[in-house]
């Protein structure tokens, strides 16, 4: 990869790992719907205008339904649902949960998507990540006395992320990846504000919350959105996505670093064998290349992608928005 690109790719890892850590700051003050709403709120405020300068919205006509569905699946839901999920569980223990986003993809497609058949390397890979899933809830259910229902909600968000990454190859491929983010961003604000509104807080938050939930929408976001497409131009998505595999190592590190969460052995086993399922389940299948590609071992240079035309390869398996980016 390119400087810039390896740069960018430092960048991502950094701000979607820390994004749960804002998030853990803000829920101990506001409630989980004012969280997500200023979140997405800001971040709308950002995208639309690039997304209208750039006309980005108009390939959105007569897809209006597809893409409130996306926003439900992509957006709302999994915010919402890990949002409330960190109430109840350590910020490390999530954003490792949400690591296992690539198997539910897999396990996913052995239904939805017939192309994508899980055999050899990729099979074990399930088996081995959803042994680290188990490794993780069984072992080291951090948080309080609600803590399985707390895994289980960051657990169904991941499951949301990975039906929205389905819905958008797809639907919605031929779709800016701007123009999903923003309308989804838009859709899921104007959504949620009236429970935002019904679970605002009685007096405005500390200064550490405001701060932390404006680095969510503008920097874990917004911003995090924008340096994404920006990076799949330069190297490629399947090399973008490989920062799923760095995420929880930022989130665990910030955990423990910043908010003192505990790292045990249950949490490093499970870490590997969630990071190590993920890679064999999504490694490219035996024959999937070309007759006639080069014999060179070495990666090919990937081409200068469009960012305004990237669709479904913008949905990477971390983030928490189109893109998918993630967000993870």
């Known amino acids: 990869m390119t400087k810039k690109a390896w740069a960018l790719f430092a960048a991502m890892s950094i701000v979607w790992g820390i994004s749960y850590l804002f998030i853990k700051i803000a829920v101990e003050e506001v409630s989980a719907p004012v969280v997500v709403v200023i979140r997405t709120a800001i971040a709308a405020a950002v995208l639309v205008p690039l997304a209208l300068r750039r006309r980005a919205f108009g390939t959105l006509r007569g897809r209006v339904r597809i893409v409130c569905v996306l926003a439900l699946t992509h957006v709302a839901g999994p915010f919402l649902l890990i949002t409330y999920g960190e109430v109840h569980i ?28 899980v055999t050899g ?20 259910l951090t948080g309080d006395r609600l803590g399985l229902l707390g895994a289980g909600m960051v657990l169904l968000a991941t499951l949301g992320y990975a039906c929205a990454t389905l819905i958008v190859k797809r639907h919605l491929s031929d779709v800016p990846p701007v123009a999903l983010a923003a309308s989804t961003m838009s859709i899921t604000t104007v959504l949620l504000m009236p429970f935002a509104i019904a679970t605002a807080p009685a007096s405005l938050p500390s200064a550490k919350v405001a701060g932390s939930l404006a680095a969510l929408g503008l920097v874990c976001t917004a911003l995090a959105f924008l340096a994404f497409y920006a990076l799949i131009a330069e190297a490629g998505a399947g090399r973008a996505a490989l920062i799923t595999y760095l995420n929880p190592v930022v989130a665990v590190l910030l955990g423990v670093l910043v908010l003192d969460e505990k790292l045990s052995a249950s949490i490093a086993g499970g870490t590997a064998l969630i990071l190590a399922g993920s890679w064999l389940a999504t490694r490219p299948q035996k024959g999937a290349s070309q007759k006639g590609a080069s014999p060179d071992p070495r990666p090919a240079d990937p081409p200068q992608a469009d960012p305004q035309r990237l669709g479904a390869d913008a949905l990477s398996p971390c983030t928490p928005a189109p893109a998918s980016p993630s967000a993870r």
């Open 90 to 117: 350590s910020s490390s223990l999530t954003a490792l949960l949400i690591a296992a986003q690539p198997i539910m993809i897999a396990i996913i497609a052995l239904k939805a998507d017939a192309s994508e058949r």
């Open 121 to 140: 390397f990729r099979a074990v890979g399930l088996a081995v990540g959803l042994g680290g899933v188990g490794t993780l809830v069984g072992f080291d």
